[in-house]
């Protein structure tokens, strides 16, 4: 069974409670959202629900594509800004609030429950421990880890899994989950599922495919072929724009990839691997960050998930500080240029060595 190693850096760690503590009670605030949280959310579903309306009532191809490309970057402004902070049951103190919240990954073509499953019992529990962490997972078209065979494909690696990144989203409503419910993810200690939830996970994919292909083609005067091609463009529009997150957070150039050792345990205390496995990018952007449901401040998401992400930016900052006083490691790329350039030369450099990477599963 893997462990962590025993707590490490305890006063550091003591310190840095204290003072996000303090921060909550001298501003009078909570740890959940708060109200610029729900009117963005309120913004968020509007924008989506007010563009899908726009979407069936154009008649020109060139601006249904264009509705396509924004459909599919608000699903995941969506899911990063409600469903995420509702997964880490952060957005409302009632937990049967964030779990009617997470009902918009249904909306939205995932599914909840299995994502809920995967993200805080598997990728926050383990953050790249490979075969621990189900979204840090071995793939043949990527040499991941040091005792993987290296193949002449892997040589172009920079080049061609950037294409394939577009195709994540799609991989995700025909299969990912699917494949989550037959064989649960790492760390989760369910040997069934409710019948219930294979029903919620059947139907909220037929009503999402019903939504975005057959209600556009019973009401629009386009080809059929004009509507799948719509609905591509919408899938490849979240896909690369949920990549920037997913792969600026934990699959940068330093990135690190801990192992157990043959007892199971790691080598880190479980704050302190959040702090190595992880890197924020962009900080000072108010845009990413709202855009992306803090998603950027990442490190401090990891060390403190229960805390709706509205919060991150000031805590980031009493982070870094605290770091700085105790001579503590902080990964952070300052810009997105930085964080997606550092992915770009990762992918590039582990082509060609035995250091580890990890890519998100495909």
């Given at each position: ?35 610029v ?29 264009i ?46 429950y ?34 993987s ?20 989203s ?13 064989n ?90 959040q ?54 490691g ?33």
């Amino acid at each position: 069974m893997v462990r962590y190693n025993q707590i490490e850096n305890a006063e550091f760690f003591a310190v840095l409670r204290v003072r996000i503590q303090h921060y909550f009670k001298s501003n009078e605030l909570s740890i959940y959202a708060e109200d610029v949280a729900y009117a963005k959310a309120i913004v968020l579903i509007g924008a989506y629900a007010l563009t899908y309306y726009t979407l069936l009532h154009t008649s020109a191809f060139d601006l249904y594509l264009i509705l396509c490309v924004v459909l599919g970057m608000l699903k995941i402004f969506i899911a990063l800004n409600i469903a995420h902070d509702a997964a880490h049951r952060a957005f409302f103190r009632n937990r049967k609030l964030n779990d009617l919240m997470l009902f918009t990954f249904d909306a939205l073509g995932a599914n909840g429950y299995m994502w809920k499953l995967r993200h805080v019992h598997s990728h926050h529990a383990f953050t790249n421990v490979p075969d621990h962490d189900a979204d840090i997972k071995q793939s043949a078209l990527v040499r991941i880890f040091p005792n993987s065979p290296l193949s002449g494909l892997h040589s172009y690696q920079h080049l061609y899994m950037p294409v394939l990144y577009g195709f994540y989203s799609l991989h995700w409503l025909l299969f990912r989950d699917f494949k989550d419910f037959i064989n649960t993810p790492p760390n989760n200690h369910l040997t069934y599922h409710r019948k219930v939830e294979l029903i919620r996970l059947i139907l909220g994919k037929l009503i999402y495919f019903t939504m975005m292909i057959l209600v556009p083609y019973q009401l629009l005067a386009l080809e059929f072929y004009q509507v799948i091609l719509g609905f591509m463009v919408m899938q490849m529009s979240a896909s690369y724009t949920v990549a920037i997150a997913l792969a600026s957070a934990h699959v940068g150039e330093h990135a690190e990839f801990p192992e157990p050792d043959r007892t199971g345990q790691l080598p880190y205390s479980f704050l302190m691997h959040q702090l190595i496995t992880t890197t924020d990018f962009a900080t000072d952007s108010k845009l990413l960050t709202h855009l992306y449901g803090g998603f950027n401040h990442h490190v401090i998401h990891h060390l403190f998930p229960n805390i709706c992400h509205i919060h991150y930016p000031p805590l980031t900052k009493i982070l870094k500080n605290t770091c700085k006083e105790y001579g503590i490691g902080y990964n952070e790329n300052k810009t997105l240029i930085d964080a997606i350039n550092a992915h770009l030369q990762l992918l590039k450099s582990r082509s060609k060595n035995n250091l580890t990477v990890a890519m998100p599963e495909f």
